[in-house]
């Protein structure tokens, strides 16, 4: 019979592993802790792999319908004028990248319903334990009956339960990067339909994205390690937040004010996982339970690649996991490595720490011709190698 593989995880990630493990011979059933598909919605961005993977899955087409409206980024002062700003149409253009932003809410669902008939779903529930032997893997669910598995691949996120259970507690894997990260959706569209607008002081970031109608306010800050965060806490987020932009100006006191408000705000930290190796046993990690990676977008692109490379190995050799486990870890780890060693070039962009910093990114920005954006780009955020499109 097929192999059976279950997936946590209906994310990114979780949704085109299943979808290829199908298109494999693979009988891939996905549980997802939520009700439902759920997502921060911030914009993300399918480059470089991924743009081959979405088009091998037929789906490139329904992204790019779905694309946001924004062709570029403009750095206001606190009275709200325009002091520098970066055409990303334009460096878009001169690198002959093909790539698409769209929502992570917009990108899951389009993953999942590439693939939804040919796996089974089992929303609202998660694993609580993990047991394995030589030839397949006891799983016991919050809701469901145990159920066994040949194989467990955990693409659950920064958070992951899979690695947990697996692997051991999440402070042995994941660190702190310095820095925190909110999002919430706004009642109406963005004032600039065209262009993200963000504000920044000494050490914090706020943007309005126009997304597609429907504005995103963002707010990306400097910090330490918060003694008890707990990442499903919200009103300890909206304090967080509160303490942190407390006497920003532009907008900021308004969006704080919507913010202690929402009911949809997404807190995280800026955080790395850092594991010497991805599986154990029949248990393998995928996207950002394996590696999460920086500010820009890598992680939707870099699990989407990794999910497809994945799946490739484990048809290659289907009765000897571990070798086809071991195959991906060291096919992706070449794009993954670099990314992870980006963030601080993308926070001191994003979020520099001065306002000396602040001042020369802007002044910097108004004299940076799209080529040489397109060649930062590539160099430090674009992945440098497209196995998907090598791959038969």
Same mark, same amino acid.
């Given at each position: 019979m097929s192999p059976t593989v279950l997936i946590s995880g209906a994310g990114i990630a979780g949704s085109t592993l299943a979808y290829w493990l199908a298109e494999q011979g693979f009988r891939p059933t996905v549980v997802e802790r939520a009700a439902g598909l759920r997502s921060s919605g911030s914009p993300v961005d399918v480059r470089g792999p991924a743009v081959e993977v979405?088009?091998? *899955?037929?789906? &490139?087409?329904?992204?790019?319908?779905?694309?946001?409206t924004a062709t570029g980024m403009a750095f206001v002062n606190d009275a709200g004028r325009r002091v520098g700003g970066v055409n990303t149409r334009a460096m878009q253009r001169a690198s002959g990248s093909r790539e698409v932003e769209v929502t992570r809410t917009d990108l899951a669902t389009i993953l999942y319903?590439?693939?939804?008939?040919?796996?089974?779903?089992?929303?609202?529930?998660? &694993?609580?334990?993990?047991?394995?032997d030589d030839t397949g893997v006891e799983v016991t669910f919050e809701k469901a009956a145990p159920r066994r598995f040949d194989l467990v691949v955990g693409a659950?996120?920064? $958070?992951? *339960?899979?690695?947990?259970?697996?692997? =051991?507690?999440?402070?042995?894997?994941?660190? $702190? *990067?310095?820095?925190y990260v909110a999002t919430m959706p706004l009642d109406g569209p963005a004032e600039r339909r065209s262009e993200v607008v963000i504000y920044n002081s000494p050490g914090r970031m706020v943007a309005i994205h126009p997304v597609r109608g429907r504005a995103l306010a963002a707010f990306i800050?400097?910090?330490?390690?918060?003694? =008890?965060?707990? $990442?499903?806490?919200?009103?300890? $987020?909206k304090r967080i937040l509160g303490d942190a932009y407390a006497g920003a100006g532009w907008q900021v006191p308004e969006l704080l004010e919507r913010a202690r408000a929402a009911e949809d705000l997404w807190f995280d930290s800026v955080s790395q996982v850092r594991i010497d190796c991805w599986h154990n046993g029949r248990v393998a990690l995928l996207g950002d339970a394996?590696?999460?990676?920086?500010?820009? =977008?890598? =992680?939707?692109?870099l699990a989407m690649s990794g999910a497809y490379t994945l799946a490739k190995e484990l048809a290659a050799s289907p009765g000897d996991p571990q070798a086809a486990f071991a195959r991906y870890e060291a096919e992706h780890r070449t794009l993954v490595d670099s990314r992870q060693d980006n963030v601080a070039a993308a926070a001191s962009l994003m979020v520099p720490a001065t306002r000396i910093g602040i001042d020369a990114r802007n002044l910097a920005s108004r004299f940076w011709p799209a080529a040489a954006a397109?060649?930062?780009?590539?160099n430090r955020l674009v992945p440098r190698r497209e196995p998907a499109a090598a791959a038969a």
């Open positions: 979405a088009e091998r *899955m037929g789906v &490139m087409d329904r992204l790019r319908d779905a694309a946001t319903k590439a693939g939804r008939d040919s796996a089974e779903y089992l929303f609202g529930d998660t &694993m609580t334990a993990i047991s394995q659950d996120g920064l $958070h992951s *339960m899979t690695r947990r259970l697996a692997f =051991g507690p999440e402070s042995a894997f994941v660190r $702190h *990067m310095g820095l800050f400097r910090g330490p390690a918060v003694d =008890g965060f707990d $990442h499903r806490d919200t009103e300890q $987020h394996a590696s999460s990676v920086s500010l820009f =977008g890598d =992680g939707s692109t397109a060649s930062w780009v590539r």
